[in-house]
């Protein structure tokens, strides 16, 4: 062959092989959409998997109780959004609000018996953007020990509202970390209603997705209890 | 009498090729989960010149209520893209070829005269190798800038877990801000080589798919 003819046979080849690469990447895109179309969550069940896999990564390899969550002074605190009253549509009663747990029904003094614990952490949404935001409550840790005992061997921490309205389920290890709070105040005053009074979750190594308002029930399971907003979508774990 | 000449290796081709579709789905993914909270412009004060991004162009591309598939997407297409890239760096380090890659001393003054040479003016090139001066600094910027959006895209990811690299890289809202800007780099990059590839010809594409070019055979 002439370099010309030689130079003419790579550049079939390669423009095929181009070609057909274009292709396979195309028909990869249009499968995931016809994947995400039939999903009842919208999300293709291989994505799931890898999520499911960087979950794995991240659990084993980076998590840790010891990483804490970066604290900052007062000055750093800024203004809150609100931003969702998925589950506390109706107004409440909250003198006749009671926290079932493990068979318990608790009152707010019950949770305030336990260590008083402050926190000003960089409460962080989904959406992307970050606020400063104080909270003060107690540790869902010492709670657990107390009213719970012997339910940190469970592998889940289910929530709900009190009319089951929004509920999360978080993995035991990111429940029992020392900076995870059943808050009842936020920014040195008590917890207003739009901000989930009377107890709320704040757990600063979960997106704000998980840190759910207004709590009625807490459960400690082996099977996953459900997420609101998995069931939309977003990463279960849905860890920082 | 013409001879080949081989112009780029198979491995730099399928690195660069790979690159291009799993970049621009990077891109596209980013903007799904951007667009849930998008509060970068360019401006000063209260004067705003132009806002990442105007809502005509979230209509036009209909990348609006995607944040949930946007994350999914992103954050299992971020495996190929930093397998590929560190693959690339390993490749690049041991075969020798960043030798043919890195800015060298004379690149950065050589690169002005290559610009300008670019740009219309009557300058004679400085001699090359496989890649020019710019070329240089361009391409071994756009690695490093490759590397900065991995690690500025962790340091968002697992800002509590990684929280030293947050820290770095000034905090969980700079992070963010470094990762958007290197991204609205990559599309200005992206716009560059595309008109320098359309303004050197069909020879220097194919070089690129077919690793290899006719040359006059030197004497």
């Known amino acids: ?240 | 009498m013409k001879v080949l000449a081989e112009k780029h290796k198979l491995a730099t081709r399928w690195f660069h090729w790979i690159n291009f579709p799993i970049l621009m789905a990077m891109i596209f993914s980013g903007l799904l989960i951007y667009w849930a909270y998008d509060p970068y412009r360019i401006g000063l004060g209260q004067v705003t010149l132009f806002h990442f991004f105007p809502s005509g162009f979230y209509a036009m591309t209909g990348v609006g209520q995607k944040l949930a598939i946007g994350m999914a997407l992103h954050f299992a297409l971020a495996w190929i893209f930093a397998l590929n890239g560190l693959a690339y760096v390993i490749y690049t380090a041991v075969s020798g070829e960043w030798r043919e890659l890195v800015p060298e001393k004379k690149s950065f003054g050589e690169a002005l005269r290559v610009a300008l040479h670019d740009a219309g003016f009557k300058i004679p090139l400085p001699p090359q190798g496989r890649y020019n001066a710019a070329q240089r600094i361009t391409y071994s910027g756009i690695v490093v800038m490759g590397g900065l959006s991995l690690l500025s895209g962790l340091a968002i990811y697992k800002p509590v877990q990684l929280g030293w690299l947050t820290a770095l890289l000034g905090g969980y809202e700079w992070a963010r801000w470094e990762h958007f800007w290197l991204t609205m780099s990559y599309v200005g990059f992206f716009l560059i080589h595309i008109a320098q590839v359309i303004r050197a010809g069909w020879a220097n594409f194919r070089s690129m798919v077919a690793g290899y070019d006719l040359i006059e055979e030197s004497k």
């Not at chain 1, 390669?14 to 959409?33: D, E, I, N, R």
């Not at chain 1, 029930?217 to 609101?228: F, G, K, L, S, T």
């Open chain 1, 1 to 240: 062959m002439t370099p010309e003819q030689q130079m003419a046979q790579k550049t079939r080849r390669s423009f095929l092989a181009l070609g057909a690469g274009a292709a396979v990447v195309t028909a990869g895109g249009y499968w995931l959409a016809s994947e995400a179309a039939a999903a009842e969550d919208g999300i293709p069940p291989v994505l799931r998997s890898v999520l499911g896999f960087n979950e794995r990564m991240v659990r084993s390899a980076l998590y840790s109780n010891s990483n804490r969550a970066a604290t900052f002074p007062a000055s750093a605190i800024g203004k809150l959004k609100v931003n969702g009253d998925i589950g506390m549509e109706a107004a409440m009663d909250q003198t006749a609000w009671r926290l079932s747990v493990a068979g318990h029904e608790l009152t707010l003094a019950d949770i305030q018996s336990l260590p008083k614990v402050e926190e000003t952490i960089d409460f962080k949404c989904v959406e992307g953007w970050s606020t400063v935001t104080q909270f003060a409550g107690a540790r869902l840790s010492d709670f657990t020990a107390k009213f719970a005992q012997g339910s940190e061997q469970a592998t889940y921490v289910g929530f709900q509202t009190p009319g089951k309205g929004y509920y999360v389920s978080l993995d035991m290890p990111s429940a029992m970390h020392p900076q995870t709070l059943l808050a009842y105040e936020m920014n040195g005053a008590p917890l207003t209603s739009e901000h989930g009074a009377p107890l709320r979750l704040v757990i600063p190594v979960k997106y704000g997705i998980k840190n759910i308002k207004r709590i009625g029930r807490i459960e400690y399971v082996n099977d996953r209890p459900a997420d609101y907003w998995t069931e939309q979508g977003y990463d279960w774990f849905a860890g920082l």
